[in-house]
């Protein structure tokens, strides 16, 4: 297989792939490589002053020799199919020591995909983002109480070769563009933030709307300059999609990776066939939801990317899998194997996991509470995937009283045990969204998608601040 746009791959790769072959005639009991071109543009907008304007290109190799165990290593000097074979064999080495683990074989895929894209991020003018960024930060300038803003945008295209020992052979080429947005808001000596975010896999039609963002989160900000402080006690809740979204990837995701199951640091170990939650709770991990932050046709094993059901109908169904891991645990899947970039192992990640949604609309979901708390888009928290604990901080809060939105509250936190506010939900709403962000694991960033309609639980709540 030649280049993904030149035959010579000498732009996109500066070493044609035709000649890692070579690597192939080293017996081991399996060798993976993967060269990894990425450029990045990024643009900070600070106070409507740009602060920070980079554009970079990175290129380099990484190789997993398996013998015993696994054996790592990765180089930018990729313009030398002998300097490769230097690696490989010092890997090699490696790889003998420690216990032999389990890891079968595939069948072979040959391949070539890529991001569809109406408008590539690359043929965009520098000052045609700087415009947007400027446009959607003035939009800010008719509220008052706004002191200060930040805007960040970023794009980046990379082009992957994946190719293993067994005969498959990938090339990808994904676009990935976002923008985020911060507004601070003062009144009386008190100050608020509000947080937006856009962005997914595609071309820069994404980003639109971007003055939209800058006035969602200008009023977020300012309503909470004048919210009251959060109640504490348990309450029935309703979640919105975002936070519905940050619970079932932090709390419920994460102890769904195969290989927190394997080092026993997850509460859903011995779990499967079960059931963990409600009947009308189900929820999917899903890379090739089109346009979203986690797409991906093939993860960073050679796997196809596909829709997984980690819980169907309140039961857990299956877990996420790398090879080894399937393998280790003598399970059917894969395909949940990422790493960052080239100088990084892949290891069990989730894409865009989500719960799906029901047939409850808003209304329905407070009609019947006397006393509650509506909460909505999330500002981080805590997870102990091992016990099963979790708390999150929600950007915005309002009591429900009588089956109505009364007054809003801020720093406003929910908290509990995983499985029981899984098996507490009894209503799930009938709309849906996908957020963008960035999930950490092993000391890697990859981007993730995370969402899924409203949900009405029981749950802990209490003040932050």
Same mark, same amino acid.
């Given at each position: 297989m030649a280049g993904q746009e030149n035959s010579d791959n000498s732009d996109t790769y500066i070493i044609d792939p035709d000649k890692l072959q070579k690597v192939f005639d080293i017996s081991a009991r399996f060798i993976d490589i993967t060269l990894i071109s990425s450029t990045v543009n990024s643009i900070t907008l600070k106070d409507g002053v740009a602060r920070d304007i980079t554009s970079g290109r990175n290129i380099g190799v990484g190789i997993r020799v398996l013998e015993n165990t696994w054996g790592f290593a990765s180089s930018t000097r990729v313009n030398d199919i002998g300097d490769i074979l230097d690696i490989v064999k010092k890997t090699q080495k490696i790889a003998k020591n420690g216990k032999r683990i389990k890891f079968n074989s595939k069948d072979a895929v040959e391949d070539r995909v890529r991001t569809e894209s109406k408008i590539d991020p690359a043929d965009v003018d520098i000052k045609e983002k700087m415009e947007m960024l400027h446009t959607a930060e003035a939009a800010t300038g008719d509220f008052n109480e706004v002191v200060s803003t930040s805007f960040s945008y970023a794009d980046s295209t990379q082009d992957i070769y994946y190719q293993n020992m067994e005969g498959t052979? !990938?090339?990808?080429?994904?676009?990935?563009?976002?923008?985020?947005?911060s507004v601070f808001a003062k009144k009386d000596g008190r100050i608020q933030v509000g947080m937006e975010r856009l962005g997914g896999t595609g071309g820069f039609e994404i980003i639109k709307d971007t003055e939209e963002l800058a006035i969602e989160a200008s009023k977020k900000a300012? $309503?909470?300059?004048?919210?009251?402080?959060?109640?504490?006690?348990?309450? $029935?809740?309703?979640?919105?999609?975002?936070?519905?979204?940050?619970?079932?990837?932090?709390?419920?995701?994460?102890?769904?990776?195969?290989?927190?199951?394997?080092?026993?640091?997850?509460?859903?170990?011995?779990?499967?066939?079960?059931?963990?939650?409600?009947?009308?709770?189900?929820?999917?991990?899903?890379?090739?939801?089109?346009?979203?932050?986690?797409?991906?046709?093939?993860?960073?094993?050679? !796997?196809?990317?596909?829709?997984?059901?980690?819980?169907?109908?309140? !039961?857990?169904?299956?877990?996420?899998?790398? $090879?080894?891991?399937?393998?280790?645990?003598?399970?059917g899947g894969a395909g949940n194997a990422r790493a960052q970039g080239f100088n990084y192992q892949p290891v069990v990640r989730m894409s865009n996991t989500y719960l799906e949604p029901g047939k409850s609309s808003f209304e329905e979901m407070i009609e019947d509470i006397k006393e509650g708390v509506y909460l909505r888009g999330s500002k981080g928290g805590e997870v102990d995937p091992a016990r099963g604990v979790f708390q999150f901080s929600a950007e915005e809060g309002f009591l429900i009283k009588g089956g109505e939105i009364k007054e809003q509250v801020r720093d406003v936190a929910m908290s509990g045990e995983t499985l029981r506010i899984l098996k507490d939900i009894d209503m799930v709403g009938d709309d849906f969204d996908v957020h963008i962000g960035y999930c950490g694991k092993a000391s890697q960033l990859v981007p993730v998608g995370d969402g899924g309609p409203h949900i009405r639980t029981y749950a802990t709540v209490g003040g932050t601040g």
């Open positions: 052979r !990938i090339e990808s080429r994904y676009n990935k563009i976002s923008i985020y947005t300012i $309503r909470l300059l004048d919210a009251g402080d959060a109640p504490s006690g348990n309450f $029935r809740v309703v979640l919105d999609p975002k936070l519905t979204g940050v619970f079932i990837h932090e709390a419920l995701g994460h102890a769904a990776e195969a290989d927190h199951i394997i080092q026993g640091e997850s509460i859903l170990q011995g779990k499967l066939g079960e059931k963990i939650a409600s009947d009308i709770v189900t929820v999917y991990d899903d890379p090739t939801l089109k346009g979203s932050f986690g797409f991906y046709h093939y993860d960073s094993e050679g !796997i196809k990317g596909k829709k997984t059901s980690i819980i169907k109908d309140g !039961i857990l169904k299956t877990y996420l899998h790398s $090879r080894e891991t399937s393998s280790v645990l003598d399970m």
